[in-house]
């Protein structure tokens, strides 16, 4: 059985979008901008398949190999918004044509007391901020007062924080699960469970976060694999975002390191689609401006991409992309960026060295893995497997 390998490393993103300027975006770039902070940027394994040749710019690290192993191009995303829901959609063949509902200066007082009567506690915060800041700002009344931490970003977001000793994960989860059903009529994206630990001026967000997605308003190429009986295995948060929807089996990942050791052993254990969220990138140094932290994950990544590729057979292929940039150098928000996103793509069986062009949409990444796996349904994007036969 044949086997498709679609890593994402979220918000590793490669240039603005022609409409970056309406999110307040433009000039974003997170690889290049990442490499020109820094002064290098040593990826020799991402160069190889073919990194170098989709950058505006040259970087110190990034080769262009005149002999690519792998083939690339660049996506550029056709649904409006910039956020991982939206993005992932799109990598599986949903093209949105509105985006989700914001709330930029919080949720309405109905929807908070809404939330607060049917979970039994009272609400604090209720305004966009960063997930980092708001805990050191409103920990200790947490811990004191047992009340929910509620906040928003410029995403499609309603975020849940509470400390595991105040508030156990299982009530935390069960409070996001009320808190989905309220957002679906709202239009709002994702529901996430914040949890974190440690006393007071010292707290830190732990993995037991978990996002509870709105459910994809059409099939997916999840959906169509899965009914075709092949396996669809979501490492990392791929199983939320898709409300469970297509996903055969989910793989908890604590962070990019257990993310790839975990994506090594699925590689060799199963078929069918393996889908990868790497969050790190994201989560951990994106949203916090950390240049030098998200430097160091890409070049972890690279070190261990060897690994991945020496286990992909000719039945095999991989594909690795992002659903949205977040430049840890932007300095008017920290919010993800408009941006387009690599995409690179290796297997003993396929051509190397094809530039894939400028693509349209990141649904063509799904119309190839529904290529890949012989289906003959289709989701919006156009395929890219004939190019490289």
Not at 90 to 104: H, M, Q, V, Y
Not at 247 to 275: A, P, W, Y
Not at 326 to 339: A, G, W, Y
């Amino acid at each position: 059985m044949r086997q498709l390998v679609l890593i994402v490393l979220d918000s590793a993103g490669v240039g603005a979008m022609p409409d970056a300027a309406r999110y307040q975006d433009e000039g974003a770039n997170t690889i290049l901008n990442i490499a020109r902070k820094r002064g290098y940027l040593n990826l020799p394994n991402l160069s190889r398949l073919g990194l170098g040749y989709i950058l505006h710019d040259f970087v110190q690290g990034i080769g262009r190999d005149e002999t690519p192993l792998g083939s690339y191009g660049i996506m550029n995303e056709k649904s409006p918004g910039k956020d991982t829901t939206t993005g992932h959609w799109e990598l599986s063949g949903i093209i949105l044509k509105e985006p989700f509902a914001t709330f930029p200066n919080g949720f309405d007082r109905d929807v908070i007391e809404e939330f607060s009567r049917r979970t039994g506690r009272g609400v604090l915060g209720n305004k966009a901020a960063s997930g980092t800041e708001i805990i050191k700002e409103l920990g200790a009344e947490h811990m004191r007062t047992g009340k929910w931490i509620v906040y928003t970003s410029a995403d499609s977001v309603f975020q849940i924080a509470a400390h595991e000793e105040v508030i156990p994960l299982e009530e935390l989860y069960r409070g996001c699960q009320i808190a989905r059903e309220i957002c679906d009529r709202l239009n709002i994206g994702r529901v996430i469970a914040r949890p974190f630990i440690g006393e007071v001026g010292n707290f830190k967000r732990t993995y037991n976060r978990r996002d509870f997605s709105m459910a994809p308003p059409g099939d997916t190429a999840l959906d169509i694999l899965s009914r075709a009986g092949i396996e669809v295995t979501g490492i990392g948060k791929i199983y939320d975002i898709f409300a469970g929807r297509g996903v055969s089996e989910s793989v908890h990942t604590d962070g990019n390191e257990d993310g790839i050791e975990k994506t090594v052993q699925m590689i060799e254990k199963k078929r069918g689609l393996i889908f990868v969220n790497l969050v790190d990138y994201d989560m951990v140094y994106g949203h916090r401006r950390d240049v030098e932290g998200y430097a160091r994950a890409l070049e972890y990544f690279d070190s261990n991409l060897s690994r991945i590729m020496e286990r992909i057979d000719n039945e095999s292929a991989l594909i690795i992309t992002a659903d949205h940039g977040c430049d840890p150098t932007f300095t008017r928000h920290t919010d993800h960026t408009r941006e387009r996103v690599p995409l690179l793509v290796y297997s003993p069986s396929l051509k190397k060295g094809v530039f894939l062009g400028m693509r349209d949409t990141f649904a063509d990444v799904g119309a190839t893995v529904l290529e890949w796996f012989g289906m003959k349904e289709i989701v919006a994007g156009r395929s890219f497997l004939s190019e490289l036969r």
